[in-house]
């Protein structure tokens, strides 16, 4: 388990992190989430000893990480960092010698991640031949060619295509369902959404909220209830209370009501005015819950 305690770091003035807790267990997939600038990067990079921290703890399994466990772990950082005139299968096999791989492993390896990424006819080919989209592919397989415990990528979903996006998101819940602790940042939240029980959202360097997607969202202080009255005679919105009007298109109304609203009532007033045709009720999705938690 990864284990992220109190973490602190100051650039001069800049505070980017202000106390940041999360935790990674073995085949759990997390989504890290926050504005620009919240501290997503300085987190991760961390966890790879590329940011020293003012104060706080990174653990793994419950001790400081070591040179040798970070051999256990697979990096996809936002900068992408590999070599662009390098061979596409050289690339990605000397990324596994330098997680302690043997060279003859290192190539069985690369051979396999091209392959399970539909690159294997590119392999001959250099990184700066490729397509952004393959280009991330290829990061992502030099990250996990020496099948990592720990799997960090930093925006990994950045610039692909919706077909890039769901096989890049199968890969991820492929590593997370056998066993790999997994986080990843993204600004992709209907993804994320998708894709993750649980998440941790930062902002300004401090979590403003964590936990299980489900649990975030029917606990969010707002949530969204739809009422479509045909033949109404009257505007009936307008006689309730506590209630704010977030979309209107023809008889269909959107409202925005609190956590512990009387839905009675309001489903009463609709069927007083006329004919109701859509009563509908769902927690705010994650975006609203992002939106709510950063702007506090
Ligand atoms: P984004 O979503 O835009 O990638 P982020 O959440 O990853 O943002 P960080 O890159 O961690 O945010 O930056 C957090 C804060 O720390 C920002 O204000 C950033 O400008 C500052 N920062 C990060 N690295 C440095 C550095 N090396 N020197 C000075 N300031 C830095």
Redesign the pocket.
């Known amino acids: 388990m990864l284990e992220v305690i109190d973490l602190k770091?100051s650039?001069?003035e800049?505070a980017?992190?202000r106390g940041v807790n999360l935790r990674v267990a073995k085949g759990q997939l997390l989504g890290f989430l926050?504005?620009?600038?919240?501290?997503?990067?300085?987190?991760?990079?961390s966890v790879f000893g590329l940011?020293a921290p003012d104060a706080g703890e990174v653990l793994w399994n419950g001790r400081p990480i070591s040179d040798r466990d970070r051999l256990r772990f697979g990096y996809m950082p936002?900068e992408r960092g590999l070599y662009p005139r390098m061979r596409n299968s050289e690339q990605v096999a000397y990324f596994g010698m330098l997680h302690g791989l043997t060279q003859a492993g290192a190539h069985a390896a690369a051979k396999r991640w091209l392959g399970e990424f539909g690159l294997a006819d590119r392999s001959r080919d250099r990184l700066e031949e490729l397509s952004h989209g393959n280009q991330q592919r290829l990061q992502l397989a030099a990250a996990l060619v020496h099948s990592p415990e720990l799997l960090v990528l930093?925006?990994p979903f950045a610039g692909l295509d919706p077909v890039g996006v769901g096989a890049m998101g199968e890969i991820l819940a492929s590593q997370a369902a056998a066993g790999t602790a997994v986080i990843f940042?993204s600004?992709q939240l209907d993804l994320v959404e998708d894709l993750c029980d649980d998440v941790v959202i930062?902002n300004e360097?401090a979590v403003a909220l964590a936990g299980a997607v489900r649990r975030l969202r029917a606990d969010a202080p707002h949530r969204h209830v739809q009422v479509e009255v045909h033949n109404s005679t009257s505007d009936w919105v307008k006689q309730l209370e506590d209630v704010r009007i977030v979309g209107r298109d023809g008889d269909r109304v959107t409202l925005d009501v609190g956590h512990g609203a009387d839905l009675g009532s309001i489903l009463a007033a609709a069927q007083a005015a006329g004919d109701v045709v859509e009563f509908s009720y769902e927690p705010p999705s994650l975006n609203e819950v992002f939106l709510d938690a950063v702007s506090q």
Do not use: Q, W
């Open positions: 770091k650039y001069g800049i980017a992190l926050g504005p620009n600038g919240a501290g997503k990067t300085t987190t991760m990079r940011v936002e930093d925006e940042s600004h930062i360097g």
